[in-house]
């Protein structure tokens, strides 16, 4: 699939931003601790999502969706291995495994898959498993877990990274038992206090949600809940700094359940002229100026997911700009690209790039290398002078719902093509 561009719009009009999809995963994961049934409202029409309603059927989990509404009752689970072919498309099919361990003592599963940004290791989840007492054996990719169900006792675990997954597998692998956990050194992600909230209403006795410490008190059982998921952060910022670009002003609506500081004030400093008004936001026609650094970090930071956009923004604003991400080693090499397409950027290393604006950027046909670089050739897209063609499109709509659809709306020249 491809994306064919023409830019030079100016961006206007309103759009409704869609359900995080980090969520997505470890609330399903949750929905796994009942046999009761559990609706999740507002979950993004995805091919991720997909794949982790595939997983659930191959479990033998009966599973409706229905728009952005997902029913999920996991009164039988048939196995304990989670299917090698759809691990492997996913990175997110990993917060199964602390679900399936509290569900069933057990669970076979395979390296996970996703985005090649960077060495993605699964170290701190094994750890924090054994810690809460459970054996493990692997074979190549393959690994074989399991743990006491019956234990008791407190628990004391300090994470070596605050990896947003493995709090999550921890999170989902506590809340059932007679134990005390206290995990400390926690990610504070909205998905991380989505699924914290998601399974308080289940029953789940958390304290400390959104902080980088929570102490959970196992329970004996959870009942089935209806649960809203909170906006795509990454998305509202992607959308912004489209508007901002191209000289438009937009609305952003069905802003709910996430906290943008961090990703506003970011976007302010380049200039961007911001207003919220109730449950939305306005992007105003702005004047860019770059600033001296932007850094990625953990939640409450900027986050990695959106400096290659961000990037994006910095060819457009005045000055110069340093983009840094620690986190992965891979996110700044999708800049050949943008080179390409006539922007400034001086790779210093993998982490870091410098971009010089603003620089008019030109057309062209392009790779997709993963979802967010992919998002951010659109954006580069759209601020564009001609015709650019963004092949491999279907990497963007695992992470971005309704792109087409959501630019045309608000004035962009954009249509959808087969390979």
């Keep these: ?47 991720d999502t997909e794949i982790l309603i595939q997983i659930l059927q191959k479990l033998g989990v009966k599973v409706q969706k229905e728009s952005s509404t997902l029913k999920i009752k996991a009164s039988n689970i048939h196995h304990s291995t989670l299917p090698e072919d759809l691990m492997v498309k996913l990175r997110g099919s990993l917060v199964l495994v602390g679900a399936m361990l509290a569900r069933a003592g057990k669970v076979n599963f395979y390296h996970p898959g996703g985005d090649i940004i960077g060495k993605r290791s699964i170290e701190t989840h094994l750890e924090g498993f054994k810690a809460l007492g459970a054996s493990f054996k692997k074979s190549n990719s393959k690994y074989s877990l399991s743990i006491p169900q019956v234990s008791s006792g407190d ?100 802003l709910r359940g996430v906290c943008l500081d961090p990703i506003l004030r970011p976007l302010q400093s380049f200039g961007i002229k911001l207003e919220n008004i109730g449950s939305s936001i306005v992007v105003y026609p702005s004047k860019l100026k770059s600033v001296s650094a932007l850094i990625t970090n953990i939640w409450p930071g900027f986050p990695t997911d959106l400096m290659s956009v961000a990037i994006v923004l910095a060819t457009q604003a005045k000055g110069i700009t340093l983009c840094h991400d620690w986190m992965y080693e891979g996110r700044m090499f999708f800049t050949d690209k943008l080179i390409k397409m006539g922007a400034k ?26 979802i967010r670089a992919g998002m951010a050739l659109v954006v580069a897209a759209l601020v564009s002078k001609g015709e650019s063609v963004i092949n491999q499109a279907e990497l963007i709509e695992r992470g971005y719902e309704g792109v087409v659809e959501k630019l045309k709306a608000l004035g962009a020249d954009i249509s959808r093509a087969e390979a």
């Design 345 to 370: 950027i001086t790779l210093a290393d993998p982490h870091r790039v410098l971009v010089y604006g603003p620089n008019r950027l030109r057309g062209r046909a392009l790779e997709t290398p993963d």
């Design 155 to 254: 628990y004391h675990i300090f994470l070596r990274e605050a990896s947003v997954t493995a709090t999550e597998n921890l999170i989902l692998v506590s809340v059932l038992g007679q134990r005390q956990v206290i995990l400390e050194n926690c990610a504070k992600e909205p998905h991380v206090v989505d699924l914290c909230n998601m399974l308080s209403q289940m029953g789940a006795r958390i304290e400390g949600t959104g902080t980088e410490t929570l102490i959970i008190t196992g329970v004996t059982k959870l009942s089935g809940t209806s649960f809203m998921i909170g906006a795509d952060h990454i998305e509202i910022g992607t959308y912004i700094v489209a508007s901002a670009i191209t000289g438009g002003e937009i609305k952003i609506e069905g």
């Design 1 to 47: 699939m491809r994306y064919i561009i023409n830019g030079g719009k100016k961006l206007k009009g309103s759009i409704k931003v869609s359900g995080n999809k980090n969520s997505v995963f470890p609330c399903i994961g949750a929905a796994l601790l009942t046999e009761d049934e559990v609706t999740l409202e507002n979950v993004s029409n995805l091919k």
